[in-house]
């Protein structure tokens, strides 16, 4: 039984079948790669919030915390009044570190100083630190 | 419009002119005078700090010697800041007006507690203005021979010499990741903090304070890696994807061509 030939029409369709599978993957492939571009990147939790004890941090005092990974630290300037911070100095990334004597921060790499709202106060860093929305709960604190 | 595009291009080269005139402005006063000096009061720490990471961070002379650097007159007074060179044992204070976390583990190690009698201050192994981006190099046997045996400091840097290569490969890695377009600045936040603290721990010569905490920066650093890592596999399966769609391409172009191939016998 000899195979009779495909007619350039069936071989066509067939071809054509192929190339518009071959399209389907590429386009979704580059469909896909498009969409995670410009999808917001994961921050690891962004919405999570922190939860402290008030009694964590002194009336004058700092605490330092992890916040979505990275290092942070809250004070009590005055008694009931809270603020949070990003504890990393926008200079070069080193972390700040709390004088009580000045109730200032001080960046131990290259003196950068920052006041207890953030702002800063002397020394190399561009810019003031990040704060962060602090609501109270009760006995505790929610930061974030 | 030929015109148009030369007088564009004109303002544009005189705003970066402009713009760069401030920067030009803060160290000329010193090097203005000093530069044309001979020996030690010029040309010498001149041609040295130009040379220096200080000089590539625009840390200028009056960053450290005080004074006014836009004021030829008044540069060099002590109504405008100038304190000049210091003493010997005023070299930690100097230096510790940036550096102030090093400062403080200089002053509590052995160097620090001997300064008064001769001890080493931070120009003794760093240079004054020819001060180089610190590497472990600067602990070699000519060096510390200079006042003690070397024993002790190659013990130290026996120590300290995994984590400071682990530290050279995770900038390099950084620096790699960098040059392909990811985001790097967590990264090289958390590398720079913990180098800076790993620093300042050997500034302490304590060989026992340097055992008992070198491992949490090792774990500090393989946590750097771990993000390092999953960067570098994101970036791996990024390129077998690309390649998979430059196949998927030529391999539609294959079938394009043999599609056209079946009209050929009917025209």
């Not at chain 1, 919030?49 to 992890?66: C, D, I, N, S, Y």
């Not at chain 2, 620093?199 to 302490?204: D, E, G, V, Y």
Request: net charge negative; charged share 20%.
């Amino acid at each position: 039984m000899s195979e009779v030939p495909a007619s350039p029409t069936e071989r066509r369709t067939f071809l054509g079948i192929i190339l518009a599978a071959i399209g389907a993957v590429a386009a979704g492939g580059f469909g896909w790669s498009m969409f995670r571009f410009l999808s917001p990147v994961d921050r690891g939790g962004e919405e999570s919030q922190v939860r402290l004890e008030r009694t964590l941090v002194a009336v004058g005092g700092a605490h330092f915390f992890a916040f979505q990974g990275r290092p942070a630290v809250i004070l009590q300037p005055r008694a009931g009044e809270y603020i949070a911070l990003n504890a990393v100095c926008t200079h070069l990334g080193c972390i700040v570190k709390w004088v009580d004597e000045s109730q200032e921060f001080l960046c131990p790499c290259h003196a950068g100083r920052f006041s207890s709202a953030g702002q800063v106060l002397g020394g190399p860093p561009p810019r003031a630190l990040a704060t962060y929305p602090v609501t109270l709960d009760g006995d505790d604190i929610l930061i974030g | 419009m030929k015109k148009i595009f030369i007088r564009a291009n004109l303002l544009f080269f005189l705003l970066i002119f402009v713009g760069t005139l401030p920067a030009a402005a803060v160290t000329d006063v010193c090097i203005d005078c000093h530069g044309g000096l001979a020996g030690q009061l010029g040309e010498i720490p001149t041609a040295e700090w130009q040379t220096s990471i200080h000089a590539r961070h625009r840390i200028s002379c009056h960053h450290c010697h005080g004074g006014d650097p836009t004021d030829y007159v008044k540069a060099m007074t002590a109504e405008r800041g100038f304190v000049g060179v210091p003493e010997h044992s005023e070299v930690p204070a100097f230096c510790g007006q940036c550096h102030v976390g090093v400062e403080e583990d200089y002053w509590e190690s052995l160097h620090g507690q001997v300064i008064d009698f001769g001890g080493p201050n931070c120009v003794t192994c760093h240079e004054s203005h020819a001060v180089q981006v610190a590497t472990i190099d600067l602990i070699n046997e000519i060096s510390c021979s200079r006042c003690h045996s070397y024993e002790k400091p190659a013990l130290i840097k026996e120590e300290i010499s995994a984590t400071e290569a682990m530290l050279s490969r995770l900038e390099a890695s950084i620096a790699s990741l960098y040059r392909v377009g990811i985001d790097t600045g967590h990264l090289e936040d958390e590398l720079f903090a913990t180098r800076n603290s790993f620093r300042r721990l050997f500034h302490s010569v304590d060989i026992d304070k340097i055992r008992a905490e070198t491992a949490g920066f090792d774990a500090d650093l393989e946590q750097t890696k771990a993000t390092i890592d999953e960067l570098e596999n994101t970036l791996g399966k990024r390129k077998i994807a690309g390649g998979a769609l430059v196949l998927l391409l030529l391999l539609g172009g294959c079938i394009a061509l043999l599609i056209r191939r079946t009209y050929e016998g009917h025209e």
